[in-house]
């Protein structure tokens, strides 16, 4: 079993940066996917960004360009660096891990975007 736990939310201003991040614990060998998710009231969870151990990287395409990926495999760690937020970004975020085929999530933290 994998754990997952999120930090780095909050409330910025449109135009504005935030960086999450999530350490993974627990059964940690064998992790290949680490991403971020999100979720906005009323909507389903959508595919923000992937990092897989080898370093490849996916976004959605209302994160390229503005959202980073990256890993510390010696950490565990998956963070996002969002810069130039909209309000539209606000929404639940979620950090994923893929072990052997296996998903696991954590808990969320909040992203709140004002205009």
């Known amino acids: 079993q994998v754990q997952l736990v999120e930090s780095g939310g909050g409330l910025v201003q449109s135009g504005g940066s935030l960086r999450l991040s999530c350490v993974a614990s627990?059964?940690?060998?064998?992790?290949?996917?680490m991403g971020w998710y999100r979720q906005a009231p009323g909507k389903p969870r959508e595919l923000v960004a992937v990092i897989f151990s080898d370093g490849r990287t996916n976004y959605a395409d209302s994160a390229k360009g503005r959202f980073t990926i990256s890993r510390d495999n010696d950490k565990n760690t998956v963070d996002l660096q969002m810069n130039s937020l909209k309000p539209e970004d606000t929404a639940a975020y979620y950090c994923?891990?893929?072990?052997?085929?296996?998903?696991?999530w954590g808990q969320g933290t909040q992203v709140t975007v004002s205009s």
């Open positions: 994923y891990a893929n072990r052997l085929g296996r998903g696991s």
């Open positions: 627990g059964s940690i060998i064998g992790i290949s996917a």
